[in-house]
């Protein structure tokens, strides 16, 4: 049977029966009195639960199909991560990713011999394209790795192998500066924009540093994406009907900027 007490509170009772006893009553209060244990192993670390808000920014070198269409781009984005006491990771986030190294142009049939498009006024029409894509929502599950139990800077941190799941949808976006080329209005973009979606997998490795006493804290990972993709329209350049199965894929390098809510430790001794 036992019970728990404040620690305070025991070394203050402990100190007045010491004062109060003296010569042959101390001594038989020590041979008599019930024993009182204490855990004298080494200290573990402490293990409390956190909830993780971050904010992240990766670069991306896309793979397969996607690396055809596009050249290296970027992303930002943001979402929230629960670690429980046993360091198991739940999260979830939304990714935005953009890039202007567009490959394949989206729009030849539209050009000129001498490469340009014509406006409504005759002049050459000023215009860019970019790669945009999103990831959202993005489903996180994963465990932090310690491999040793005493205490240390960066208790509830450690390695992490976290594996996720999203919606992967990217597309080329024009845009027309000059704002007079009728071949640009909202709809015939449409025809251009080489639209794709489909679900997506991915594994990540890292290592989250979530310093005791810090106010700064990171994730650092470098993760592999695979999205299952098909074109989502009609082209107008290839001619090709909608359900068009795609392969892309992108490695990621990602660093995340969190702000933790702890849970309180419990400052307790038992004695028996």
């Given at each position: 049977?036992?019970?728990e007490?404040?620690?305070?509170?025991?070394?203050?009772?402990?100190?007045?029966?010491?004062?109060?006893?003296s010569?042959?009553?101390?001594?038989?209060?020590?041979?008599?009195?019930?024993?009182?244990?204490?855990?004298?192993?080494?200290?573990?670390?402490?293990?409390?639960r956190?909830?993780?808000?971050?904010?992240?920014?990766?670069?991306?070198?896309?793979?397969?199909?996607?690396?055809?269409?596009?050249?290296?781009?970027?992303?930002?984005?943001?979402?929230?991560?629960?670690?429980?006491?046993?360091?198991?990771?739940?999260?979830?986030?939304?990714?935005?990713?953009?890039?202007?190294?567009?490959?394949k142009?989206?729009?030849?049939?539209?050009?000129?011999e001498?490469?340009n498009?014509?406006?409504?006024?005759?002049?050459?029409?000023?215009?860019?394209?970019?790669?945009?894509?999103?990831?959202?929502?993005?489903?996180?599950?994963?465990?932090?790795?310690?491999?040793?139990?005493?205490?240390?800077?960066?208790?509830?941190g450690?390695?992490?192998?976290?594996?996720?799941?999203?919606?992967?949808?990217?597309?080329?976006?024009?845009?027309d500066?000059?704002?007079?080329?009728?071949?640009?209005?909202?709809?015939?973009?449409?025809?251009?924009?080489?639209?794709?979606?489909?679900?997506?997998?991915?594994?990540?490795?890292?290592?989250?540093?979530?310093?005791?006493?810090?106010?700064?804290?990171?994730?650092?990972?470098?993760?592999?994406?695979?999205?299952?993709?098909?074109?989502?329209?009609?082209?107008?350049?290839?001619?090709?009907?909608a359900?068009?199965?795609?392969?892309?894929?992108?490695?990621?390098?990602?660093?995340?900027?969190c702000?933790?809510?702890?849970?309180r430790?419990?400052?307790?001794?038992?004695?028996?």
């Amino acid at each position: 049977m036992f019970f728990e007490v404040p620690m305070t509170g025991f070394k203050i009772s402990l100190f007045h029966a010491i004062r109060k006893c003296s010569g042959p009553v101390f001594l038989s209060f020590i041979l008599f009195s019930p024993a009182i244990a204490q855990d004298t192993k080494p200290k573990e670390a402490i293990k409390l639960r956190c909830l993780m808000f971050n904010g992240f920014a990766s670069l991306a070198v896309p793979g397969g199909d996607l690396a055809t269409d596009y050249g290296t781009f970027g992303e930002i984005g943001g979402g929230i991560q629960y670690q429980t006491k046993e360091k198991w990771l739940f999260g979830l986030e939304g990714g935005y990713f953009f890039g202007n190294g567009v490959k394949k142009d989206p729009i030849p049939n539209l050009r000129t011999e001498d490469g340009n498009v014509i406006g409504t006024n005759g002049s050459d029409a000023v215009f860019k394209v970019f790669q945009r894509a999103v990831s959202i929502p993005a489903v996180r599950f994963g465990k932090t790795f310690r491999f040793s139990n005493k205490p240390a800077k960066n208790s509830l941190g450690g390695f992490t192998a976290v594996a996720g799941g999203s919606w992967f949808r990217s597309w080329t976006y024009i845009q027309d500066l000059s704002k007079k080329t009728p071949q640009f209005t909202d709809e015939l973009r449409k025809g251009y924009d080489r639209l794709r979606s489909g679900p997506a997998a991915s594994l990540w490795l890292g290592y989250l540093y979530l310093p005791d006493n810090g106010k700064l804290n990171f994730h650092f990972e470098a993760g592999y994406t695979q999205a299952f993709t098909k074109t989502n329209r009609y082209d107008f350049t290839t001619q090709q009907p909608a359900g068009q199965k795609r392969n892309d894929g992108f490695f990621q390098l990602r660093v995340r900027l969190c702000f933790v809510v702890k849970s309180r430790s419990e400052d307790t001794v038992y004695y028996y």
